[in-house]
């Protein structure tokens, strides 16, 4: 119902910024909120950042305050990471997700929909 795009991954060296974008299509109408997750090699999945649809509250995990910022585009239907001050154990797979109903943002089993991930690597 809900298909997500991922886009703006890659390598950069520490210290600098990169800015992911997730597009939505599909029936988004009713998508809750959106976020944004990431997965280190033998780690476990781990909350970034979330947004609510409606009205753009956001929502982050306490070790990203400060460098990342979530926002969106309600025209384009897209959710956007920016990413500052990147240091080399930010290194993943970041993923968006959608979600149709609330809950607790920092519950990667409480979305819907999920994009395919892209890889962010940042060098020392």
Do not use: H
Request: glycine share 10%; aromatic share 16%; with cysteine.
């Amino acid at each position: 119902q809900v298909q997500l795009v991922e886009s703006g991954g890659g390598l950069v060296q520490a210290g600098g910024s990169l800015r992911l974008s997730c597009a939505a299509s599909g029936r988004t109408f009713n998508t809750y909120a959106m976020g944004w997750f990431r997965q280190a090699p033998g780690k476990e999945r781990e909350f970034v950042a979330a947004i609510r649809w409606s009205d753009g509250n956001t929502y982050y995990a306490d070790s990203m305050k400060g460098r990342f910022t979530i926002s969106r585009d309600n025209a384009k239907n897209t959710v956007y990471l920016q990413m500052n001050s990147l240091k080399p154990e930010d290194t993943a797979v970041y993923y968006c997700a959608a979600r149709y109903y609330s809950g607790t943002y920092s519950r990667d089993y409480e979305y819907d929909y999920w994009g395919q991930g892209t890889q962010v690597t940042v060098s020392s």
